[in-house]
C-alpha cells in the first residue's frame, strides 16, 4: 500500500510539538522576568525630585530619627511627607544660603508645598498600615531596605504580593524588639535564637491563616 505521509513526516511532527512546548517555556520565563524586573516593580530605580534628599547624610551621617520627618508612623496608616517648616527648622540656620535648597526656601517663602515623586508607591487595591506594623514590631528596614545608607532614595524591594507573604506566612522571621523598629543597624542577637516567636506571642500577632486572608490586605 502506497504511504499517504512521507516517511519523515512522524520524525519531524515531534520536532515541531518539542519547539512549540520549548518555545512556550522560553516564552514564559521572559514574562516571569520582565514581571519581576525593576522595570515593572520600580526596584532599585531613583527619582527626580524637587531636592536630592539624602537619607544617608540626614539618618546615617547626622542620627536623625525617622519619626522627627515622618511624624505620623506611629499613629497613621500613612507615614507622612514632612512640611517644609520641618526641613526650615535645620536649614534657616545650617546651609541657609545653599543653592541646592533654593527649592526649599521657595517653598517655604510662598507658603506651596514640595511635589515629591512618590517612592515607595502599592497599587489603589492594596491596604497597607503603618502604624499596625510598626506597632507588631516591624523595622522600618524590612520593607525600606538601609535609607541610612541611600544618598538618593530607592525602592529596596519589590512590594509584590509573594514579598508581602513571605512575611505574613513567618512573621517570627521578621520583627524585632519595639525599641528597635527604628534602628537601621539592628541585629537579631545570635544567643536568643527564640526572640521572633516569643514576640509574635508577646504582640499577638495572629496567625498565617489570618495575615494570609484576601481581606487583609484587599478591602
Given amino acids: 500500500m502506497r504511504q499517504v505521509f512521507h516517511p519523515k513526516t ?20 521572559v514574562v516571569v522576568t520582565i514581571s519581576w524586573s525593576g522595570y515593572v516593580t520600580g526596584q532599585h530605580l531613583t527619582r527626580d525630585q ?6 544617608a547624610h ?20 500613612f507615614a507622612n511627607i514632612p ?3 520641618t526641613c526650615m527648622n535645620c536649614h534657616s540656620q ?14 517655604f ?6 511635589e515629591w515623586w512618590r517612592v515607595h508607591d502599592l497599587p489603589d487595591f492594596v491596604y497597607f498600615n503603618h502604624s499596625i506594623h510598626v506597632a507588631k ?6 520593607c525600606h531596605g538601609a ?3 541611600m544618598p538618593l532614595m530607592y525602592q529596596e524591594n519589590s512590594l509584590q504580593m509573594s514579598w508581602c507573604l513571605d512575611c505574613h506566612r513567618n512573621p517570627a522571621k521578621f520583627v524585632r524588639p519595639k525599641d528597635q523598629v527604628f534602628n537601621m543597624a539592628y541585629q537579631r542577637p545570635a544567643d536568643d535564637p527564640g526572640i521572633g516567636e516569643r514576640l509574635v506571642k508577646e504582640y499577638k500577632i495572629a496567625g498565617p491563616d489570618q495575615l494570609t486572608s484576601c481581606s487583609t490586605c484587599h478591602r
Avoid at 50 to 55: G, I, N, R, Y
Fill in 137 to 142: 514590631g516591624v523595622g522600618c528596614a524590612t
Fill in 83 to 85: 512640611p517644609t517648616k
Fill in 50 to 55: 524637587p531636592v536630592q534628599f539624602s537619607h
Fill in 109 to 114: 517663602r510662598e507658603n506651596r508645598p514640595l
Fill in 58 to 77: 540626614h539618618v546615617g551621617s547626622m542620627g536623625i530619627d525617622c519619626r522627627y520627618c515622618h511624624t505620623t508612623v506611629e499613629e497613621s496608616a
Fill in 10 to 29: 512522524n520524525i519531524w511532527s515531534k520536532v515541531s510539538i518539542l519547539a512549540a512546548v520549548g518555545f512556550a517555556a522560553f516564552l514564559g520565563w
Fill in 147 to 149: 535609607v541610612d545608607k
Fill in 94 to 107: 545650617i546651609w541657609a544660603n545653599a543653592p541646592i535648597l533654593e527649592p526649599v526656601r521657595a517653598s
